[in-house]
């Protein structure tokens, strides 16, 4: 069953927020965040363990463990596995974003596309996450902006490893689904030209969001539609520079990035629509988007989310940004 079919609303959680990305977040907001996000009827849960070196599966771990397992799906990630050992966060081989978990925990991390390491990571992730079951697997990262040139025999790494236990033990039952969980679209082109890998999902972040879409509009998301996978759209907001954070893909927005925001706010405001709403609803708006999720690290996020959703839009809205050239001509847009 394709995967928009089987999550029962379009609006999914992110937790990397729970990995105390950029600041450290009291424990007790982040466990109040989560249970927000229940209490709206979110049922999707995106994770990995990555996010803090384990600590956001913990935290989500924790908030959910009450909840029937049933009713909710979980995503995680493998390519990183998570150790007891400690290490100095500060020299983690992470390549530019290496600051972004700086306020994890100190676990040592150990890039791992290969078979053995999936199956280890996943035992690691079910821990934390105190479930028997993860529904969808991502493999994280595996992408340039991550290894530099290297990301090609990254891929082959996982090509004869991490895919292939994938599909083992999606046969055996233990997971549902899996793809890629990446913030650039080369490796998901990558991998759906692949004849072996069978891959049901991929979640694409930043990619597909207002300030950015056009490739992901042409190459991946028409591939995904073609082959029945379902695409996920991380990072809507790219990383909080399109709805008023000071952080465009974990740096510092630029002033060209800060610019094209306020473009788009101009034409926003006039028409009394809020930055989130035409943020998640454009990304939504492509038949391949199975589900969104904003990343969240404040209860209150959670409401302003579900009423971006659920915001009336005016179709002259869309009309004006496509005139103003901000969205890419062929993008599908939301009807008014
Ligand atoms: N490679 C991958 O697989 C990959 C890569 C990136 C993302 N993802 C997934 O996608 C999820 C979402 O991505 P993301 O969390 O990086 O970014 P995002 O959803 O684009 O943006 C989240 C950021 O927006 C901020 N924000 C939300 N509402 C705001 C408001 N009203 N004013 C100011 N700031 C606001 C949030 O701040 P607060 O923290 O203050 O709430 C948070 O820092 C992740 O959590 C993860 O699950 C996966």
Redesign the pocket.
């Known amino acids: 069953m394709a995967l928009k079919d089987w999550l029962t609303d379009r609006l999914g959680f992110?937790?990397?927020?729970l990995g105390n990305?950029?600041r450290d977040i009291p424990e007790d907001e982040a466990l109040a965040t989560v249970e927000a996000a229940w209490n709206d009827g979110i049922r999707y849960y995106?994770?990995?363990p990555f996010?803090g070196a384990g600590l956001a599966e913990l935290r989500m771990g924790e908030a959910l463990s009450g909840k029937p397992r049933g009713d909710y799906v979980i995503s995680t990630?493998v390519g990183r596995v998570i150790l007891d050992e400690l290490e100095d966060i500060s020299a983690r081989d992470q390549g530019e974003k290496a600051g972004v978990f700086a306020h994890g925990r100190a676990n040592k991390v150990v890039n791992d596309y290969g078979y053995d390491a999936t199956l280890r990571s996943i035992e690691g992730s079910l821990q934390r996450l105190k479930t028997d079951r993860i529904e969808i697997v991502?493999v994280?990262?595996l992408a340039r902006d991550f290894w530099g040139d290297q990301w090609i025999a990254r891929f082959e790494e996982a090509r004869t490893g991490a895919f292939r236990a994938l599909d083992r033990l999606r046969d055996e039952g233990t997971i549902k689904a899996w793809g890629l969980?990446?913030?650039l679209c080369e490796p998901i082109e990558t991998l759906f030209d692949l004849k072996e890998a069978h891959p049901d999902a991929s979640?694409l972040?930043?990619r597909y969001?207002l300030l950015d879409h056009s490739r992901a509009l042409q190459r991946v998301m028409p591939a995904a539609a073609e082959r029945g996978i379902g695409i996920v759209v991380?990072?809507?907001?790219?990383?909080?520079a399109?709805?008023?954070?000071p952080?465009f893909e974990?740096a510092p927005a630029t002033p060209a990035i800060l610019d094209k925001v306020a473009r788009i706010k101009a034409i926003a405001d006039r028409h009394g629509v809020s930055m989130?709403a035409a943020g998640l609803q454009f990304s939504l708006a492509n038949p391949a988007v199975a589900a969104v999720?904003?990343?969240?690290?404040?209860p209150g996020?959670i409401a302003?989310d579900r009423a971006a959703l659920n915001e009336k839009i005016p179709g002259d809205f869309w009309s004006e940004l496509r005139a103003a050239g901000l969205v890419d001509p062929a993008a599908p847009l939301p009807a008014g």
């Not at 992110?14 to 927020?17: D, K, L, Q, R, T």
């Not at 991380?234 to 909080?240: A, C, F, L, R, V």
């Not at 999720?293 to 404040?298: D, E, K, L, M, T």
């Open positions: 992110g937790a990397a927020p990305m950029f995106d994770n990995a996010y990630k991502f994280h990262d969980g990446v913030n979640l972040a930043g969001t991380g990072g809507p907001y790219s990383s909080g399109l709805v008023g954070g952080n974990y989130k999720i904003p990343g969240a690290s404040r996020r302003e």
